[in-house]
């Protein structure tokens, strides 16, 4: 049996305005799922949720990460435990190198699961940079990079997949709304997540463009409206989106 994300009944707030309201959705190992909805319905409020921001208060329900309370662990602990949110290094971090970063990111987990492992060595983390590099056909030279510092959006893309491919999640979450995701961004993003894919990843994307679509092909497909998910469905559900829009979601499930 893989791993699963499991979210139950999943109620938050903001400031004390109640904005998820009883969202329910399971991802587990091996699938790929898309969270679509129109703007300010919930989605990334789902995706900080999952993360542990401080400023979302849980007041209803439960978040099961491979049989463990995710709501009790902090957001170091959810990651070691597998759990990947592409948008959790957004900031640029100065004079640290993203092969730095990466190798930091791997000691760490290493030691959480034995404290007295000394760590990846350093040929063994650059074979493995540059087998993964390899594979996602990313140029050596990106890992010299200072971590976000001057990225384009789509090398801020490469950088989260490459993250994603050198800690081998269970699940990975990716927020593909804001920061300006031009067309080639997307793109990278679908095609990393395409050749990382495999039963040992479960890939929730968020997404408000109904064209990533034409690149990553979810079985899954939920929309979000409102703060819940209210309709569930597969790539059918994604081609009616692509051709119509959200409107027929306001019509059917607006309250105003
Ligand atoms: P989405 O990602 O689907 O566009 P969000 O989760 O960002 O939606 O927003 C959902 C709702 O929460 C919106 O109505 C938005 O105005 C509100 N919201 C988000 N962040 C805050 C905040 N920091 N303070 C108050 N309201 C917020
Ligand atoms: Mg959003």
Do not use: C
């Amino acid at each position: 049996m893989g791993a699963a994300l499991e979210i139950r009944n999943l109620h938050a707030s903001i400031e004390d305005k109640p904005i998820l309201r009883g969202v329910n959705l399971t991802v587990k190992q091996g699938e790929v799922h898309a969270l679509m909805g129109p703007n300010g319905s919930g989605k990334s409020t789902l995706a900080n949720v999952l993360l542990g921001h401080p400023a979302y208060q849980v007041t209803a329900g439960q978040i099961i990460f491979d049989g463990v309370d995710l709501l009790e662990l902090d957001a170091d602990e959810r990651s070691r435990a597998g759990l990947f949110l592409a948008f959790q290094y957004p900031v640029a971090i100065p004079g640290v190198t993203l092969a730095n970063f990466l190798r930091q990111a791997i000691n760490s987990r290493m030691k959480a699961t034995d404290p007295n492992s000394k760590g990846i060595s350093i040929p063994e983390f650059r074979r493995l940079l540059k087998a993964k590099m390899d594979f996602l056909q990313i140029d050596h030279s990106f890992a010299g990079r200072y971590l976000n510092e001057g990225f384009s959006g789509g090398e801020k893309k490469r950088a989260e997949i490459l993250q994603m491919a050198a800690l081998e999640p269970k699940i990975s979450i990716l927020d593909e709304t804001d920061s300006g995701l031009d067309i080639d961004a997307l793109r990278i993003v679908a095609e990393g997540v395409t050749k990382l894919l495999g039963p040992n990843l479960g890939v929730l994307v968020i997404t408000h463009y109904q064209r990533i679509l034409n690149y990553i092909k979810p079985e899954f497909v939920h929309i979000m409206f409102e703060g819940q998910i209210v309709e569930n469905g597969g790539p059918d559900l994604a081609l009616r989106l692509e051709e119509s829009g959200y409107d027929w979601i306001r019509e059917k499930y607006g309250t105003a």
